[in-house]
């Protein structure tokens, strides 16, 4: 086996296609069916099924996937700890965050790190908070932005700020300013679908959403949510910042829970087996730098460091 098959194989996991793969790595369709062949032959496993929808990884394939991603990362991270040793940072940096999160942080980190480190490629993906985790366990981004605190073999983090969670209403709505938990049971509540990270959270933080309050709609983007609001069908539960310009414009009105204060915790993550390299480790630096400006020049609306 050698690092060349462990590449191909990536490739074919990750587009699900032999014909991908090969278009991607820019190799002839029969030659990297042969080197999959061969790797097969090394390991006396089958490692890919072929089916109608595509190349899929057996059970040893998936294990031998995840290992892959984790020898391949380090690999990488090895060339770019010698070629940086004595330089400037450069290299790539990958970072993931969920979507709230990156529609307030990736413009202003993007341009600190394009001033401040010009030879560092920063790629930034989003999604929501469980993908982003995975990602970071499986070794596929350096750092990421969670709502969890995790403290694993694999994966460290660290409090990084706390953001207001605010009840949600259309401007139509006479609420005082302030509501009672079990006020909100009087009009119908969109709210993330148990997948969501806030959704866990509400359920923790306010047993009678737990118990006693079914959503009458469900969906896991805050966008939609804000709409279906603004449009009449209930009442949300929300971070201030991801309703703040709404709010500014008029087309939505929040309240505060009187018996309680509702605070998310944001944390910074990175992934113990995924070597640190100078650029991963200034981009970090740079990170924190950001968000925590974000919140003290008041652009991250409802948000408080530790």
């Not at 202003?108 to 490629?121: G, K, N, V, W």
């Not at 279906?228 to 009105?253: F, I, M, W």
């Amino acid at each position: 086996m050698d690092l060349k098959k462990l590449k191909y194989f990536k490739a074919i996991i990750q587009t699900g296609s032999f014909t991908k793969a090969a278009r991607q790595l820019n190799v002839a369709q029969s030659a990297l069916s042969l080197h999959m062949k061969r790797l097969e032959e090394t390991f006396g496993k089958e490692l890919l099924v072929r089916s109608s929808k595509g190349v899929m990884p057996t059970e040893a394939g998936a294990l031998l996937y995840e290992r892959a991603n984790r020898i391949l990362s380090d690999i990488e991270k090895a060339w770019q700890d010698v070629r940086d040793f004595g330089e400037k940072p450069n290299g790539t940096v990958r970072i993931g965050l969920p979507g709230t999160i990156s529609s307030v942080l990736s413009e202003p980190l993007i341009a600190a790190c394009r001033e401040t480190y010009p030879d560092i490629r920063l790629v930034i993906a989003d999604a929501m908070s469980g993908f982003v985790k995975d990602w970071l366990a499986e070794g596929q981004v350096d750092l990421a932005v969670l709502y969890l605190d995790i403290q694993t073999d694999v994966i460290s983090s660290s409090l990084m700020l706390e953001e207001e969670i605010v009840a949600v209403h259309p401007c139509s709505s006479k609420r005082a300013g302030t509501i009672s938990s079990e006020e909100l049971a009087v009009d119908p509540l969109i709210l993330p679908s148990r997948s969501h990270g806030l959704r866990v959270m509400l359920e923790g933080e306010l047993p009678v959403i737990g118990d006693r309050i079914v959503p009458t709609i469900e969906v896991d983007s805050f966008n939609t949510i804000k709409k279906l609001v603004e449009k009449g069908y209930g009442c949300s539960l929300l971070p201030l910042y991801a309703v703040h310009q709404e709010v500014k414009d008029n087309r939505l009105t929040v309240t505060r829970l009187k018996d309680r204060q509702l605070w998310r915790r944001l944390y910074l993550a990175r992934g113990k087996t995924t070597p640190s390299t100078l650029a991963s480790k200034e981009v970090m630096a740079l990170l924190v730098e950001q968000i925590t400006a974000l919140v003290e020049a008041g652009h991250w609306a409802g948000a408080r460091l530790p």
